[in-house]
């Protein structure tokens, strides 16, 4: 269990505990039907190859969405999420073999902001590229 971080405990430059995700070509088929993103590109490695993709790549979204378990595993509450955006950098190349991908993601405490809020960066990176640009969130602190 994830223990409540307190606004006092907090500072600009505190780097919460990073965290490696894997996806698995099966990952992409689950978030698929769960997400209703059936584009070919993320599971067809034909189709991926022959509109210039090294190989069937990861949806965004997921990725997205994986990248910031880091801080909602930190904060101990998602509905204490106020804010998150990302730009898509990179894709995460899903190789149809037994490793698959590692998306590896850490964050930091950027600025204290007013109501208890704090900033913070988030870095993911795949392969040692990074595939989110410009990714932050804004949460609550208890």
């Not at 907090?10 to 490696?20: D, I, K, M, N, Q």
């Not at 070919?40 to 997205?64: C, D, F, K, Q, Y």
């Not at 988030?122 to 602190?141: D, M």
């Amino acid at each position: 269990m994830t223990a409540t971080v307190r606004y006092a405990d907090t500072v600009v430059g505190y780097e919460l505990p990073p965290a490696s995700f894997p996806l698995a070509r099966v990952d992409l088929v689950r978030y698929a039907g769960a997400s209703g993103d059936f584009n070919v590109i993320h599971w067809n490695e034909r189709i991926a190859t022959s509109v210039g993709l090294p190989n069937v790549i990861a949806h965004g979204m997921l990725t997205m969405a994986e990248a910031i378990r880091v801080v909602t595993d930190w904060i101990g509450d998602p509905g204490a999420l106020v804010q998150y955006g990302v730009r898509f950098t990179r894709p995460v190349i899903v190789p149809d073999d037994d490793a698959g991908a590692m998306l590896e993601v850490s964050a930091k405490v950027t600025e204290l902001l007013d109501d208890n809020c704090v900033k913070i960066v988030i870095t993911a990176s795949s392969e040692g590229q990074t595939v989110l640009g410009k990714a932050q969130a804004i949460v609550r602190l208890a």
